[in-house]
Nanobody, 120 residues
Framework: QVQLVESGGGLVQAGGSLRLSCAASGRTFSTITVGWFRQAPGKEREFVARISSIGGYKHYADSVKGRFTISRDNAKNTVYLQMNSLNPDDTAVYYC?????????????WGQGTQVTVSS
């Protein structure tokens, strides 16, 4: 009932920036909590950031705090992840996920992922 499409991934040099987008459809966007996750080869998927339905609450993993910023534009049905000061450890497939439960730790809806590669 919620379809998510990530975009904005690519190849960037260390120290550079990327902005990922997560476009949602199929549900009133302002009612859903959205999170970003990432998975590197050989590693488990890890939490990156989340944002509440109207953007009033944001939470970040310690590894990205101060470098990444999550935001949303409900009029455009889109959540963004601005990634600055990227380093090779940030290389991963990045996924957005959504849920109607603002307290969830297991998101119901997932996008297909977008590759982020940071070169040194």
């Amino acid at each position: 009932q919620v379809q998510l499409v990530e975009s904005g991934g690519g190849l960037v040099q260390a120290g550079g920036s990327l902005r990922l987008s997560c476009a949602a459809s199929g549900r009133t966007f302002s009612t859903i909590t959205v999170g970003w996750f990432r998975q590197a080869p050989g590693k488990e998927r890890e939490f990156v950031a989340r944002i509440s339905s109207i953007g009033g609450y944001k939470h970040y993993a310690d590894s990205v705090k101060g470098r990444f910023t999550i935001s949303r534009d409900n009029a455009k049905n889109t959540v963004y992840l601005q990634m600055n000061s990227l380093n090779p450890d940030d290389t991963a497939v990045y996924y957005c996920a959504a849920d109607l439960n603002p307290l969830t730790t297991n998101y119901r809806y997932w996008g297909q992922g977008t590759q982020v590669t940071v070169s040194s």
